[in-house]
């Protein structure tokens, strides 16, 4: 009787009104920090594709999503958020060089996730993939594919990508390879990763094997390299991480470390409002798995 005759007197609830009543705003902000890497912009192609599954997630629990990209100047930023008084949550994608603020907002600020590396002295709750596996993964493939010398692209001051590093580098004891591997601390931007991928390849630099940080890093490097008349997987052999949407469609196909960025969303969305209700959560790691395309060569 009452959903009829608010039909039939075209009664529409008002939503501030009970959004008062329940101290809900209906929204969530999805905040991306980039201390370390001010070029970044939210078109990233990581960024764009977890930001859909997002936002897919977010619907589905009748939430909005408020997305804010952060150079951070103070280390109130994150509290601006929080004391708005316009979200029910805060989902930080990627640590940057943010750590000391994620922890301190996190010793005291409930519904907040954080989408990035799993560290046993955080004060906040995070979903990732277990970053050092990946990396490990990665170099031993390629040291099976026949690799004696390894170079890493990427910059480790960004704890996923430090990880990375160190599975890397594990992968190389793994192997018996006496030799450390070589670090080249690229930016994460397409046309920065390129142009420092370029230097390093001009400057007479040539391993046989490459782990990069991201696929967007393992892109420019193909294509780099391809430039230069240097043959991938016959002379040199990349891999990447993330199997992003675009690893399948380079020239030649991107071997690389998936991370099921849409189980992932997922978890991040399940677990912060668990955390909205009042519940204690753990992190969740996940593992990742080694995607085997051409850019290593087929078996």
């Not at 995070?126 to 990427?154: M, Q, Y």
């Not at 230097?199 to 630099?205: E, K, Q, S, T």
């Not at 991370?259 to 997922?266: K, M, N, P, V, Y």
Request: net charge negative.
């Amino acid at each position: 009787m009452r959903q009829a005759l608010a039909a039939a007197k075209n009664y529409k609830p008002n939503l501030l009104a009970r959004n008062l009543r329940t101290r809900k705003t209906g929204a969530i902000a999805v905040v991306i920090p980039l201390g370390h890497e001010t070029e970044q912009h939210i078109s990233d192609p990581f960024f764009t594709q977890m930001l859909g599954y997002l936002a897919d997630c977010l619907s589905e629990r009748e939430h909005d999503l408020l997305l804010s990209r952060v150079i951070p100047t103070d280390p109130d930023w994150l509290d601006t958020y929080i004391n708005s008084g316009r979200v029910d949550g805060v989902i930080v994608i990627g640590q940057s060089d943010q750590s000391e603020v994620l922890d301190r907002v996190g010793r005291n600020y409930q519904p907040l996730m954080v989408w990035g590396a799993n560290r046993a002295s955080q004060a906040y709750c995070t979903v990732g993939s277990d970053n050092r596996v990946g990396g490990l993964i990665a170099s031993v493939h390629l040291f099976e594919r026949g690799c004696k010398s390894i170079a890493f692209f990427g910059d480790p001051l960004a704890p996923e990508i430090e990880q990375r590093l160190e599975g890397c580098r594990a992968g190389c004891v793994a192997a018996g390879i006496d030799q450390d591997v070589q670090v080249l601390p690229t930016h994460l931007t397409a046309d920065s990763a390129y142009e420092s991928i370029c230097r390093f390849l001009d400057a007479g630099n040539l391993p046989d094997g490459i782990v990069a940080a991201t696929d967007v890093i393992a892109m420019s490097a193909l294509r780099a390299l391809t430039e230069r008349g240097i043959r991938v997987p016959d002379q040199v052999k990349v891999t990447g991480y993330d199997d992003l949407n675009f690893a399948r469609h380079t020239s030649p196909p991107l071997t690389t470390v998936r991370q099921d960025i849409e189980l992932s969303a997922h978890y991040l969305v399940d677990t912060l409002f668990k955390r909205i209700a009042g519940a204690t959560t753990e992190s969740i790691v996940l593992s990742p798995r080694l995607i085997v395309r051409d850019s290593t060569g087929r078996v």
